[in-house]
């Protein structure tokens, strides 16, 4: 079973409130990925690093940014909340050279 | 640009009987194709993985195959249970960024399986 978490699981807040999806993973992966997920729809990568200090975006243009640190930290984190950024952000990683992703739980987030 | 789509959009079975879900992509060059189960309010957890060079992949129950040619796979599960309720997504890695994890995914079908 795969060992990859993410915090807070739920979230609603204000707009205009800055915030924070933690995402961590014990198994030493080199790759770590961000999705998004609106309610209905299709997956969309808006982040991934290949390893500390790698950071790239994917395909889904996103107003968050991410950081890599550490090999298995990579938060995500939005500088201003708006509503238009409800959904669910899903945090992955894979070993290198494989496809293979192991899915944290979701962090589901609701901007009032 | 490669669209995946998965029919159909929602199905409900009783128990015990062997079922079809099917995906189509676009593109025919991936670098290979995946089944994903997710259950409501969970991340995804991944059942099979089929390489490109690959025709198909089981895992207990499940067995899903793929057609490159005809842009096509399916997700066969046999003798279904309540437990098999989910939403199953296909995804493909594309063949020139296959090793990046830039999954396209599908929109899902969303299974019921009645006792």
């Known amino acids: 079973e795969a060992d990859i978490y993410q915090t807070p699981r739920y979230l609603v807040i204000g707009t205009g409130k800055k915030i924070t999806l933690e995402c961590s993973q014990t198994?030493?992966?080199?790759?770590m990925y961000w999705y998004q997920q609106d309610p209905g729809m299709e997956l969309h990568l808006i982040h991934y690093s290949y390893g500390v200090n790698s950071t790239e975006k994917g395909d889904l243009s996103s107003e968050s940014t991410v950081s890599r640190i550490r090999t298995e930290h990579f938060p995500l984190t939005l500088e201003s909340a708006r509503p238009s950024h409800t959904s669910q952000y899903l945090c992955?990683?894979?070993?290198?050279?494989?496809?293979?992703?192991?899915f944290g739980e979701g962090s589901r987030l609701t901007v009032l | 640009k490669q669209e995946v789509t998965q029919i159909p959009a929602a199905l409900s079975v009783p128990e015990g009987e062997n079922l079809v879900l099917n995906c189509s992509f676009t593109?025919?060059?991936?670098?290979?194709l995946q089944w994903f189960r997710q259950d409501p309010g969970k991340g995804l957890t991944s059942l099979l993985l089929i390489q490109s060079s690959q025709r198909e992949q089981t895992s207990g129950r499940l067995n899903a195959s793929l057609d490159k040619s005809s842009g096509r796979s399916t997700l066969y599960i046999a003798a279904s249970q309540p437990g098999d309720s989910a939403t199953y997504l296909c995804a493909s890695a594309p063949e020139d960024g296959g090793s990046q994890g830039n999954l396209i995914f599908g929109k899902g079908t969303k299974l019921s399986v009645k006792p």
């Open positions: 198994m030493g992966h080199d790759k």
């Open positions: 593109d025919s060059a991936i670098y290979n």
């Open positions: 992955a990683s894979s070993e290198w050279g494989s496809i293979e992703l192991f």
